[in-house]
């Protein structure tokens, strides 16, 4: 069994700053890459950033300069430091991780809320 847990969502406000952790754990191997997309209310769920293994990463062009993704390989743990949170930034945030380059595990989400 794999779980896959978000934490650090919550209320900002314009301007601020949140650090999203995401944990994978139980049989899981040979994890290839680990991202983070997000859904807001009314639109398809898209990719904010992702890293593999070596370290690669890949961003939408909507975050670059802002959030920043980052991965501990010995936890099975990675991290988005987001910056300069706009409201459009507003989203449930999901932590998603491939294994072994077929199999794909999502996280149950965390809320990203930034208002005034």
């Known amino acids: 069994q794999v779980r896959v847990v978000e934490s650090g969502g919550g209320l900002v406000q314009p301007g601020g700053s949140l650090r999203l952790s995401c944990a994978a754990s139980g049989s899981i191997f040979s994890i290839n890459s680990m991202g983070w997309y997000r859904q807001a209310p009314g639109k398809e769920r898209e990719l904010v950033a992702s890293?593999?293994?070596?370290?690669?990463?890949n961003s939408a062009d909507s975050v670059k300069g802002r959030f920043t993704i980052s991965r501990d390989n010995a936890k099975n743990t990675v991290y988005l430091q987001m910056n300069s949170l706009q409201p459009e930034d507003t989203a449930v945030y999901y932590c998603?991780?491939?294994?072994?380059?077929?199999?794909?595990?999502w996280g149950q989400g965390t809320q990203v809320t930034v208002s005034s």
């Open positions: 890293i593999t293994t070596g370290g690669g990463t």
């Open positions: 998603r991780v491939v294994a072994s380059i077929v199999y794909i595990y």
